[in-house]
DNA sequence: GTATGGCTTCACGTCAGCGTGAAGGTCAAG
DNA sequence: CTTGACCTTCACGCTGACGTGAAGCCATAC
């Protein structure tokens, strides 16, 4: 499966495809002119870091993950994944915080809007 | 009120209130010396800059927040609020989109964990 | 006077996830 | 043999919120 195929299928740009490759999430086999030849099972992996650029890691924290996750698939009780369920955990936190503050901060606007009273915030 | 010291009283360094200042978000009197001179009021202002930039607001939005809030205090009904309020209100669907695909990428993370099973993924 | 420390203005560096040419090799079709 | 679509590797650009010197002025203490 050349890069641009695989591009087309799972809707990430080719640059985005190397760009993977760069930062070593997804390695693909050579063909002898050079050319990327990706399999079918990594049609499913780009969905799988998709999903996480999505969620906001990082892809030094995916490539934990995937490691994490290929060593699962030999039946060892992957080792690595209760640092990332952690990271995953702050993360979660951390959006929680985000969405207060921003609740907060739409709240004040409400009152202003409304009151058009003094201005206060917390710390 | 220098600089530093009101750097020091929020927790925001120096730097960041040059940048505050340079975004047109913070805009300080000038002693005859050249050093900024802060009010104490800014202290609360700086406060609010930080929270708004930790809900991940843009510079550039918060700075129409200020503005509007300058004009709320005149007694007018905040002409530009509701462009905020929509504005906030996609962030906070941005952020509650987010934080769904986090659980999910971690659901996935804890059923490999337990299973060891195939790997699957939502495109 | 001078040592210190805080202040000033540039202005380039950083991190992240790519976008966007540039310059050129590969391959099937006409 | 040439066109044209695909591929390759650099390598700079972009957005955002600052970090980090560099070079120099200001103010207080000794």
Not at 2 to 27: K, M, P
Not at 72 to 100: F, K, M, N, V, W
């Amino acid at each position: 499966m050349l890069i641009g195929e695989l591009a087309e299928v799972t809707g990430v740009s080719a640059r985005a495809l190397r760009h993977y490759e760069d930062q070593e999430l997804l390695v693909p086999e050579r063909d002898t002119n050079g050319y990327r030849n990706y399999a079918e099972a990594d049609v499913i992996r780009v969905a799988q870091i998709k999903a996480m650029i999505a969620a906001g890691l990082g892809t030094a924290t995916i490539r934990q993950y995937l490691e994490c996750a290929r060593t699962g698939e030999h039946g060892t009780t992957l080792e690595l994944c209760p640092r990332l369920t952690a990271e995953l955990e702050s993360l979660a936190g951390r959006l929680d915080a985000r969405q207060a503050e921003l609740r907060d901060t739409r709240r004040r606007l409400s009152g202003l809007a409304s009151r058009s009273s003094e201005l206060s915030a917390s710390a």
